[in-house]
């Protein structure tokens, strides 16, 4: 079963434009990162944030975790048509709910982003 | 250093055959996943390996499925007496740090498309 929903499902921007991306969970989280795919194979991991993390930056991308609403946004600014992808939030399941045995993550069904040149 | 590496890229078998399919994870990488993902969806994970032993087989969708790491290294997916509805793209996944920890970033490998006819 998937435990995230991103979105939107799909967002289509010109270069140079923001992109902001949402994803929002269900159980109590020990980190969530955010994964990119191109073509259907394999992934790329782009950030992680931890559970007691607000925000992180990382080149061109900017994570938020709240944890109250159990959501997320990846904001990639300044897009370029090589951010053309599937971009995929992924939760790891909280220590304390899970007793340390269980280290599988769990993906929402992705944001497909295309950019315009 | 080398990524995670995943043979054959491509698969195509006959319903009913059985498949074996490989992963390398990074050399050290003592966590090891397994993922599977349909088209238009998010990985869904299928088991998780800390050194020799499947540690999480939850994921398994049933008992044509099974996963072996004998030496902690390499591992392999068999699916028996195949269905049209395992064809999906198979992915790997290994990380270094103990599962479930909040530094546990898992690096993926280029997936097995598997195709079931």
């Known amino acids: 079963s998937q435990q995230g929903e991103e979105d939107p499902q799909a967002l289509s921007i010109q270069e140079g434009e923001n992109a902001t991306m949402n994803c929002s969970y269900k159980t109590s989280i020990n980190n969530l990162q955010w994964y990119r795919q191109n073509s259907g194979r394999g992934l790329v991991h782009l950030i992680l944030i931890r559970s007691n993390e607000r925000e992180k930056h990382s080149g061109r991308l900017r994570v938020t975790l709240d944890t109250s609403k159990k959501s997320s946004s990846l904001l990639i600014t300044a897009s370029r048509a090589a951010d053309t992808a599937s971009y995929f939030c992924a939760t790891g399941p909280s220590l304390v709910n899970y007793g340390g045995s269980q280290g599988n993550l769990i993906f929402g069904k992705g944001t497909k982003l295309s950019v315009k040149p | 250093g080398a990524g995670v590496s995943q043979t054959p890229s491509n698969k195509v078998t006959e319903k009913g055959k059985y498949v074996e399919l490989r992963c390398d994870p990074i050399?050290?990488?003592?966590?090891l996943y397994w993922y599977r993902q349909s088209l238009g969806q998010g990985p869904e994970f299928l088991i998780y390996f800390q050194g020799t032993g499947a540690a999480d087989d939850s994921g398994l969708p049933n008992d044509r499925f099974f996963a072996v790491r004998p030496e902690g290294s390499v591992s392999t997916l068999k699916i028996q007496r195949t269905e049209r509805g395992d064809s999906a793209v198979y992915l790997c996944a290994s990380s270094s740090h103990l599962a479930g920890t909040s530094t546990d970033t898992q690096y993926f490998g280029p997936g097995t498309r598997l195709t079931v006819l």
């Open positions: 050399s050290g990488h003592t966590a």
